[in-house]
């Protein structure tokens, strides 16, 4: 394993590594350096001029002559005897500077060599990494998917570093296939054995932040603050905004004009319910917000105990919890209240329309009644068990538990 041989191999990482030419070329004399304390017990007396573009290594050893007998340094001195060998017009006093071939160090001396120069490169790679995303947390990332596991798919980013997306980071909906694109943020960075491992997120209310601000330039902009997010990945998110220019609509410009700018975040985030409202510092009218689309008659604040007492009206219960509760619950992360809603029994409802169940009963079900006559609750009530399965194209299952949520609004 001749030096040409040896400084070629370590060329290719910077080919094929992410190092740059100058800390190649330290890596290198830093190596031989502490190969030359070894073998020396110093370095002082000795320059190494490494060219990693060419592939060239040269270690040159400097010392000054001495008459023959009088060596006390082998590192720093040199008997006039032997320099004469290397130029015969050398004098005593004069510095020699000879060049020393990397074959002097024996071959098991360059093995050595070679592995402190693979173990010194893997380190800094590693070091590099995670410097790298280490100030990357907190942003958006697009990578491939290149591996897919039970608990965690593989991704690399465009310069082929392994980034983790775990399970528990991954909408429940989300599906990816082998050389798929994924948009992602950087939830942290940590070292494990001695490794960085990058875990990246997609249920994270960060990531959905970055989402809105990349899509709405007055929230990149600062001229629209986003107050609270947060998420039920892949059911809904609540944010609540604000803006101190007046001439700003917080609300209008996150939704954009038709939907425009929301539509494409609600894709990425598989279809996920997101409900936009103006923050205030007044809790009552917070919590009426938080609790949209659902519409309030009154409430009750115990401020000190942080819980809430919501009055509304039948029909507007059932979107007040949502469908799976995922809406009351949301309401009461972002207004950081415990709520709990009741029905308004000053209210006197004679019935209520179909259409407003549409969170707990499908809407082709809903269609299916209607398409009978079947407009609200009582009328459907009216009708039997056995009527209904003879009317419509419905199981009696799916009956017997529309007839169930019915009855418990009247309740």
Request: aromatic share 6%.
């Amino acid at each position: 394993m001749d030096s040409i041989n040896l400084v070629e191999s370590f060329s290719e990482f910077k080919e094929f590594k992410n190092i740059d030419r100058e800390r190649l070329m330290r890596i290198i004399e830093d190596v031989f350096r502490s190969v030359i304390i070894k073998k020396y017990g110093s370095d002082e007396n000795f320059d190494i001029i490494v060219n990693v573009d060419k592939g060239d290594l040269e270690i040159i050893h400097n010392r000054i002559i001495v008459e023959d007998g009088e060596v006390e340094d082998a590192a720093r001195q040199i008997a006039l005897s032997d320099a004469i060998k290397i130029e015969p017009d050398f004098e005593v006093g004069e510095e020699v500077s000879e060049s020393i071939s990397i074959a002097a160090f024996g071959r098991r001396e360059i093995l050595n060599i070679r592995q402190a120069l693979v173990s010194k490169v893997m380190e800094y790679e590693k070091d590099n990494v995670y410097q790298k995303y280490k100030d990357k947390v907190g942003e958006i990332i697009v990578g491939e998917v290149y591996q897919i596991w039970r608990r965690e798919i593989m991704v690399l980013d465009d310069e082929g570093i392994e980034l983790m997306l775990p399970k528990s980071e991954q909408i429940p909906s989300d599906f990816y296939r082998k050389g798929e694109t994924i948009r992602a943020v950087v939830l942290k960075v940590e070292m494990r054995n001695n490794t960085p491992q990058i875990i990246l997120s997609r249920t994270s209310e960060i990531f959905l932040q970055r989402l809105i601000e990349a899509e709405v330039p007055e929230v990149y902009d600062g001229l629209i603050t986003i107050r609270r997010i947060v998420r039920e990945p892949g059911q809904r998110a609540k944010i609540a905004v604000e803006s101190y220019d007046d001439r700003i609509d917080p609300v209008g410009a996150c939704v954009g004009m038709k939907g425009s700018r929301i539509h494409g975040i609600v894709r990425e985030l598989r279809n996920e319910n997101i409900d936009v409202i103006n923050y205030t510092t007044n809790p009552s009218l917070f919590i009426s917000r938080a609790l949209s689309p659902a519409k309030i008659t009154s409430i009750q604040i115990d401020e000190e105990n942080k819980h809430a007492e919501v009055f509304m009206r039948p029909d507007q219960v059932s979107l007040a919890i949502g469908k799976g509760g995922y809406n009351i619950k949301l309401a009461g992360k972002l207004t950081g209240y415990e709520i709990d809603v009741y029905r308004d029994t000053d209210i006197d409802t004679e019935d209520v329309d179909l259409q407003e169940f549409n969170d707990e009963i499908d809407q082709w079900i809903i269609d299916q009644l209607k398409s009978i006559g079947c407009d609200t609750a009582k009328s459907v009530l009216q009708l039997s068990p056995e009527e209904l399965e003879q009317r419509t194209d419905l199981e009696i299952e799916t009956i017997h538990e529309v007839i169930r949520i019915l009855k418990a609004e009247f309740e």
